[in-house]
DNA sequence: CGTAGCTTTGATGTAGGTCAAGAAATGTGG
DNA sequence: CCACATTTCTTGACCTACATCAAAGCTACG
């Protein structure tokens, strides 16, 4: 596989300067391919094979289930980004992971990763680095439930979701095409989907975004990101520790 | 300073066994002791001296103010947690932390600790397991706040806390001193003061928990963990990936 | 021993939930 | 390429959990 075609790379790359030996060992990690349908979960809360996965084609979410029925869906997870880093780490998986499109991704085990990070330290940041940046999202993600009302959150939703997939080739400043239901942004924000139905209606019609068939569309991206007060510090960093 | 006295070995060896050379590294980042007066505070966001510190006395908060003025808590954090591990990953501070109480930690710099994990792979590994069990109760509180109602929410997290503090030694099944005011749970929790006074009254007078003059009780542990839909696994796991 | 920060309680307001039902879109098998 | 089924979107009517405002009683400590 060549080198920066696989987003994983693409995304470390943007932070790091990878060697061509680190690039090699990210293709061996790539090696084994798999590939799940929508709907049917690849991972769930208490499962203890830790096998993590870089995704490399469509999008997934985690989520947590409540006794009540509901759901928390703590991320989505887009091509580049690493799963089940933690579940490596604790031995057991702390949530259930959805393929919300049909999904392409590399099968990662703890003992290949362990190897990959001693054949290359350098890796090693790279990927800490990715897990630090992906931690703040969740706090930004927890400000935001705790903190901003239904319509900000929402706009800060989709303006993070726009800057991540930018990183990895996927939409532009005018947009990105979005496979994400109104159920599935309801239980990400947690709001009823009903309301995310109103709250989306009332940013189209005050001319900040359109969400409808798939495609985000920034109408107004400046006046939406005052809107939303987002300030996209906490995606972008010089990169990891280590030169 | 000997082995187990300070709550971060403490907590560590809960899950790691420790060898003495591990100890010792431990007990040399600890060398550079600090104490801060409770109140002000000891990072905030955007700063970028890469300093973390390792609490062993006192309590701390992390939170991120909003443009309204508004605050989200985004943890807190008491004898033997970590603090700031990611500002050193990402090279700048996501977040502030103020002093609840007069505080105690040892000063922790990137490349003393860089130095440390490099002395003792294992003591790396144990810090990461302690990260990932921060991240595991930063999802926990994300889906708190997305579905959980004030009452669960409010119960749910007295619950960790005593989990939390019991660890380090600190309180019993039958309760804990708890420094915060139902202000900082309010921030927390992500409620209105006023709202967590009424739903403390709620349940003291369910015969659950009372939570008056600095001291967390437990009328009802049991029922408290059946009220709250308490699952305590993602708290206890079987210790880091290498042995 | 005063004053500043907590806690407690009541009255009232509102953001967002729930229920319900019709309209679009999307998918599936023939 | 069509008919039918299923999911998703949209809107309205109504309701509730929690916020906000206000004011009084506590606690504590400088």
């Known amino acids: 596989m060549a080198a920066l075609d696989n987003p994983f790379a693409r995304k470390l790359s943007a932070f790091v300067t990878l060697a061509p030996s680190d690039l090699a060992v990210l293709s061996d ?4 391919r798999r590939s799940f349908p929508a709907g049917r979960d690849m991972m769930h809360e208490g499962q203890k094979d830790q096998t993590a996965y870089i995704l490399t084609k469509g999008w997934v979410c985690s989520y947590k289930l409540l006794s009540g029925g509901t759901r928390q869906i703590v991320d989505f997870q887009i091509p580049g980004d690493f799963l089940g880093l933690r579940s490596i780490l604790l031995r057991t998986s ?5 393929p919300i499109t049909k999904v ?8 290949g990763l362990l190897d990959a990070f001693t054949r290359t330290p350098r890796l090693a940041t790279a990927v800490l680095w990715a897990a630090s940046r992906d931690e703040a999202m969740l706090v930004e993600h927890l400000v ?16 993070e979701l726009a800057a991540r997939l930018r990183l990895v080739g996927l939409g532009d400043k005018s947009g990105f095409k979005c496979p994400l239901s109104q159920y599935l942004m309801a239980d990400a924000l947690g709001l009823s989907a ?12 005050a001319g900040l975004v359109t969400f ?13 990101v005052g809107f939303a007060d987002f300030d996209r510090s906490y995606l972008d960093h010089e990169g990891p520790l280590l030169k």
Chains 1, 2 share one sequence.
């Open 104 to 111: 392409e991704a590399a099968e990662v085990h703890a003992s």
């Open 29 to 32: 990690l790539h090696a084994r």
């Open 144 to 159: 935001g439930i705790g903190r901003r009302n239904a319509a900000e959150r929402t706009a800060h939703f989709l303006l």
């Open 94 to 98: 702390d949530h259930n992971v959805e």
């Open 212 to 224: 409808q068939n798939g495609h985000v569309h920034f109408d107004n991206f400046d006046g939406l």
């Open 194 to 205: 009903v309301h995310v139905n109103r709250v989306l209606r009332e940013l189209r019609e």
